[in-house]
């Protein structure tokens, strides 16, 4: 049994810090490592992007490009995982399958704004899908293995516009 007193991290799995500026003979004396006066031989330095008192390049370049605060963040999906997660028997290919199910069989950690269809991978199941929306691919895929596709963003979308 081992005592308390006795209790020692693993040999080689920790290491003493380096003490700078503890004389020559220390291999880190003088000047600590940090080479020879100026600024940055100081501590507190914030010279992150600095040039001078030029203007730095990044304020140099040109905005480019736009993010909506409006945009719609999707969970995506490819055709290989929902695939890979009916062989190991976390989805019944013959129950229909939508976000909640998604979720609950941990192929997706949340569902965002919706679930997005990607083509990705080979899909041999008849399945019953429901998800926001889906790529011409995986469409195509899930409607050739002999399965349904029900993309609820044409309701989404109509109920934007009524409301």
């Known amino acids: 049994m081992t005592k308390l007193n006795e209790i020692a991290p693993r040999e080689g799995s920790t290491k003493n810090r380096m003490r700078v500026g503890r004389g020559p003979g220390s291999g880190k004396g003088k000047t600590a ?14 010279v ?29 999906v490819n055709l290989w ?21 998604l979720l609950k069989a941990g192929i997706i950690r949340r ?5 997005k269809l990607l083509g990705k991978g080979e899909l ?17 895929a899930v409607e050739k293995a002999g399965g349904t596709l029900t993309t609820t ?5 109509s109920e934007d516009a009524a409301g």
Do not use: C, W
Request: proline residues 3%; charged residues 25%; hydrophobic residues 40%.
């Open 48 to 76: 992150h992007g600095f040039e001078g008192g030029q203007m730095p390049l990044h304020m140099r370049m040109p905005k480019r490009g736009f993010t909506s605060r409006n945009r719609l963040d999707f969970a995506e």
């Open 111 to 115: 569902v965002k704004d919706g679930v």
């Open 124 to 140: 041999t199941t008849k399945l019953n899908l429901t998800v926001y929306s889906a790529t011409a691919s995986a469409r195509a």
């Open 153 to 157: 963003k044409a309701e989404a979308a």
């Open 33 to 46: 490592g940090r080479g020879v006066k100026g600024q940055k031989a100081r501590s507190g330095v914030a």
């Open 81 to 101: 995982r929902i695939e890979q997660a009916i062989a190991a028997g976390k989805l019944d290919a013959k129950a229909a399958i939508d976000p909640d199910v």
